[in-house]
């Protein structure tokens, strides 16, 4: 079974658009729980982190479901630079490794 | 803001060969990694370092790949023998606490011919 699954894409919006990524993993273990952005050949960066209660930063929220191990990320607004792969990314209690999904495409069109 | 820095950007070598690839991490992180990325597929983790020592390694990380920080600011990751296989992206991650968050650098791009 996949650690971390997430569905591929693309997913194709317009600008304006309000779109919604899911991802599932499989370790109850899992502690701590993160979207990061991942443009073409380039680094992932930490869009943010996801706590339980559930968080936003501006145009994104994020929310965690422990119980059926499940993690969303909203994007509300959708900008043309919004278009990137965007990757959960959980890590396991008492290890500080990262595990990656394989993330999940956006691109946003004019 | 401060970064994590890799160099270089991209690497190209015949297999069978030894690479180092380096990596100067931010200046009060402790914690040390390298991930590697195969085009089209997801970032995997490779090795964690902290205090000088291995802390956590995964399958992928054989005794062809070490790792050292041999004058207290550059981390390196040392493949021995290259295979065609280890064409990818490595990235260098560091942070402040074992459980904090991740940066990371830019990447090295290698290519094993």
């Known amino acids: 079974r996949k650690e971390v699954e997430q569905d591929p894409g693309p997913f194709n919006v317009p600008e304006g658009a309000t779109v919604a990524f899911n991802c599932t993993y499989s370790?109850?273990?899992?502690?701590?729980f993160f979207w990061y952005r991942q443009d073409c050949r380039k680094e992932p960066k930490l869009l943010m982190s996801v706590y339980s209660s559930g968080n936003e930063d501006g145009r994104f929220t994020a929310q965690l479901n422990r119980a059926s191990q499940y993690i969303s990320l909203l994007i509300r607004d959708s900008k043309l630079s919004d278009s990137a792969t965007y990757l959960c990314v959980v890590n396991m209690r008492g290890y500080s490794t990262l595990t990656f999904g394989k993330g999940t495409m956006l691109l946003v069109s004019p | 803001e401060p970064e994590v820095t890799q160099t270089p950007s991209h690497q190209v070598t015949q297999m069978g060969q030894e690479v180092i690839l380096r990596c100067v991490p931010i200046?009060?992180?402790?914690?040390f990694y390298w991930y590697r990325q195969i085009l089209g597929q997801k970032v995997e983790f490779l090795v964690s370092?902290?205090?000088?020592?291995?802390?956590?390694k995964s399958e992928i990380f054989d005794d062809q790949f070490s790792v050292e920080r041999p004058d207290g600011s550059n981390f390196t990751l040392k493949i021995r023998s290259t295979k065609l296989e280890d064409s990818a992206m490595y990235f260098c991650a560091t942070g402040a606490g074992g459980s904090d968050t991740q940066y990371f650098g830019p990447g090295t791009r290698l290519t094993v011919l």
């Open positions: 370790n109850s273990a899992s502690q701590s």
């Open positions: 200046s009060n992180h402790l914690y």
């Open positions: 370092f902290y205090n000088n020592e291995i802390s956590e």
